[in-house]
């Protein structure tokens, strides 16, 4: 038995967002939301594809988007990709959908709650041990809640999260790891399948499931989101490595004076490891030759 990747926008979207996942969608988010209480009895399943894209935002989309108990607002992402400004992004599609609530003469008080739930397949929050944070508008020094907070932000980190089955306790532990290892499964899990909801998520997951033309289109969503890592990693390093480069050059040149041109070249060509192993030796070099030594020496 096989499962598809429930974190790639395409299945995801089949899992939670679909006219038959009304029951799945509503477990999940009382179990992320509301620590498995039934808080959501009900919820209506919108359309959340984008109509015109922002400008110079092609990515503004919702994964899913639904109203809870006939008012409040869920939305709720899936972000495999770490690029600029996503907590902008976060906070602008969160606000747009609590301002658009309003048409006309309407007076503020039909407005309603607005929760943002983004799941993360990267870390966000530095020095945060924990996988799930949430967010709302509290006074600066006191840290009460603003009266009428209306906009909740909630992220899912998920490499933050690693029970294995053996330890999954609570509804919210069972579908995170749902949504972290469902593709690496071969048969499915007796802790997750004593969940009816998340039995039905891992039916709608399995690749038999699916047309021939759909894996196609998982694939290639797949295939394009390793892409796109592939390149931000690669511009992490380039950047990396060019503040490296130009913090070392500055200590060879205080340290031993002018660098000639065919040894500044040579540095230049280090990979970043060589460069942290360089930025190490520089404070034991008294003399040109000894950088021309180092570098025959350690280079590859």
Partial sequence: MRFINPKIDFAFKKIFGSSDSKDILINFLNAILYEAQPVIEDLEIIDSQPGNPTFGVQDTHLDVKATINGGRIALVEIQLINVPFFGNRV????????????????RY????????????????????????????????????????????????ELPKFSKGLEQLETATDKWIY????????????????????????????????FTQEELNELENQELWIQDQQIAIDVAKEQVTKTAQ?????????RRLG?????????????????????GDAVLNFNHPSDLTAWLQANAI
């Fill in 91 to 106: 906070l602008y599609n969160a606000a747009k959908s609590y301002s658009l609530q309003l048409t006309g003469e309407e």
């Fill in 109 to 156: 008080e039909r407005l309603k709650t607005v929760t943002s739930l983004k799941i993360a397949d990267f870390e966000m929050f530095d020095n945060q041990p924990e996988f799930l944070s949430r967010f709302v508008f509290k006074e600066k020094e006191q840290q009460f809640d603003c009266p009428d907070t209306e906009i909740e932000l909630v992220f899912v």
């Fill in 178 to 209: 749902f949504l972290k290892n469902t593709s690496t499964l071969e048969t499915v899990p007796e802790a997750l399948s004593a969940v009816p909801e998340l039995q039905k998520a891992l039916i709608i997951a399995n690749e038999e499931n």
């Fill in 245 to 253: 480069l130009s913090l070392i050059l500055r200590q060879l040149v």
């Fill in 258 to 278: 002018t660098i000639q041109p065919e040894t500044e070249n040579s540095i230049r060509q280090l990979s970043v490891e060589e460069l942290d192993e360089l």
